[in-house]
């Protein structure tokens, strides 16, 4: 995974040496004015997938100690609630002042605000200061309800300029990236603060009309702090800008350089299935979605109705993954589908989508395998469906789309009545009565590799682990990254 990792970085044009020690990073959480429960995973992602961080998470920050904080080598703090006691924060204190690293994100600027009365009769707009003095003299700034209060307008789009471009930071990025933020202002700043970026608060937003500053860093003892304004939500923090600045910020206060490239943005892997999920003409829940993550074997996006069949697929797609319900598409975009699997790509068909295209033989009876009766056919009645159903479901084959699994006990949707060709070959039964039986199974299609999933339907068949492991592994084996059996 290192040895990967590092010459990813090497083919993107950093200086890191391959297989470099990795940084080890902890993150202080679980407390939050803000959406923690969101924004620390991803910070946690975005640190890893560089291949530079170990990364660990504590969400009880109180007690940690200066033997708990010796194996590492930056604090990352999304943070803003109750201070952590004395012992934790001389440990953080002699942390950092020993020469290790601190980044502060957003909220944790104004963490351990308070009053401290200064004089008799003072009140709450007079002085403003930090409870914890130290902490603000390594953020290098602190907030303040006295005038002019610190806080921000409306949270906006903007350019973040930087003032320092030969700092390791920000050497080798563009002059201003975009960040859709809230702009933080009127900053009480300590003299110990190096800015490196500012933005320019626009009065029509509620702002300031003047140059705010938004990424800093702090000389702190030996160590070196790295501060960042931005970051308030998961939305904020999928700008590119802020991903790169708190990767190479951290980096650097890990380490007082910075080896990571000046974009994150990486080229398409070679190794990675590209999958395009099709939804359309039938309801779901987005759990759907949360299914396919995280896997770094698969790269996926979603294209719906009614264009989810334009263009050349083969260009751009490995396997298609159906999760659709239609009956006709324009007569381009049916030849486009055809083509695509008859050029070898893969399909993974989920739950549903067996009810598509009921009057075109050549999909169901060739293709899928099976085929949902809307309506009676002949002697055939209409296929029928049950929700909520409990199911005990087991594999019946052995092949690497069910490698790993063992009997399932899942709650969905059952099907019943299906067409099902007696050509497939079938991964999974279950004896539900409201089932035909066969609920996963792969289609005699001899040009390409297809896969049929009946399980699907909801949240509970969605966040279960065997059918994401199924759905994974389904989608690897459609694309060729499996063995045949």
């Not at 991803?42 to 109180?62: C, H, I, N, S, Y």
Request: proline share 7%; net charge neutral; with cysteine.
């Amino acid at each position: 995974m290192m040895a990967r990792a590092c010459l990813t970085l090497l083919a993107a044009g950093a200086s890191v040496a391959p297989c470099a020690a990795p940084i080890r990073a902890l993150i202080f959480s679980g407390r939050n004015n803000h959406d923690w429960r969101v924004t620390t995973p991803f910070m946690r992602k975005v640190l890893e997938d560089t291949g530079r961080f170990q990364v660990r998470v504590t969400e009880e920050p109180a007690g940690t100690t200066a033997g708990t904080l010796g194996g590492y080598d930056v604090l990352v703090l999304d943070y803003n609630g109750p201070r952590w006691g004395e012992a934790t924060e001389k440990a953080v204190e002699a942390f950092v002042r020993s020469g290790k690293g601190l980044v502060a994100v957003h909220a944790a600027s104004y963490a351990f605000g308070g009053l401290r009365v200064l004089g008799e009769g003072m009140t709450r707009t007079d002085v403003i200061e930090p409870a914890w003095p130290a902490y603000a003299e390594m953020l290098g700034a602190s907030w303040s309800e006295a005038e002019p209060r610190t806080g921000h307008g409306d949270r906006h789009s903007f350019r973040v300029k930087f003032v320092d471009r030969a700092h390791p930071i920000a050497q080798g990025m563009p002059e201003t990236f975009v960040a859709t933020d809230e702009l933080y202002h009127n900053f009480r700043m300590r003299p110990n603060v190096h800015v490196l970026a500012t933005a320019f608060d626009d009065a029509k937003m509620r702002g300031t009309g003047k140059d705010e500053p938004m990424l800093w860093t702090v000389q702190y003892g030996q160590g070196r702090v790295f501060h960042t304004a931005l970051g308030h939500d998961l939305a904020a923090m999928q700008e590119p800008g802020f991903q790169v600045t708190l990767a190479r910020g951290a980096e650097w206060a890990a380490t007082g350089r910075v080896t990571l490239p000046a974009s994150l943005e990486t080229q398409p892997r070679p190794d990675r299935v590209r999958a395009q999920i099709v939804v359309g003409g039938h309801d779901h829940e987005p759990s759907f979605y949360a299914a396919f993550e995280p896997d770094d074997r698969i790269v996926v996006n979603v294209n719906p109705h009614p264009n989810a069949y334009g263009g050349d697929l083969r260009k751009r797609i490995d396997v298609l993954v159906l999760y659709d319900m239609v009956q006709e598409v324009p007569e381009g975009q049916k030849k486009n589908l055809q083509q695509f699997l008859e050029s070898g790509k893969g399909l993974v068909a989920v739950h549903h989508s067996i009810a598509d295209f009921n009057g075109w033989p050549w999909w169901y009876e060739e293709v899928i395998g099976g085929k949902y009766l809307l309506k009676p056919e002949g002697s055939r009645a209409a296929s029928t469906y049950k929700h909520d159903v409990e199911m005990f479901v087991k594999p019946v084959a052995k092949h690497p789309i069910v490698a790993g699994l063992g009997p399932i006990h899942i709650r969905d949707e059952a099907y019943k009545g299906k067409w099902i060709s007696p050509k497939v070959q079938v991964l999974l039964t279950t004896d539900c009565p409201d089932d035909d039986g066969p609920v996963a199974w792969i289609s005699p299609y001899p040009k390409s590799r297809v896969v049929y999933l009946e399980l699907g339907h909801d949240h509970w068949s969605h966040e279960h682990p065997a059918f994401r492991t199924l759905l994974k592994q389904a989608i690897l084996w459609a694309g060729g990254r499996l063995g045949k059996e």
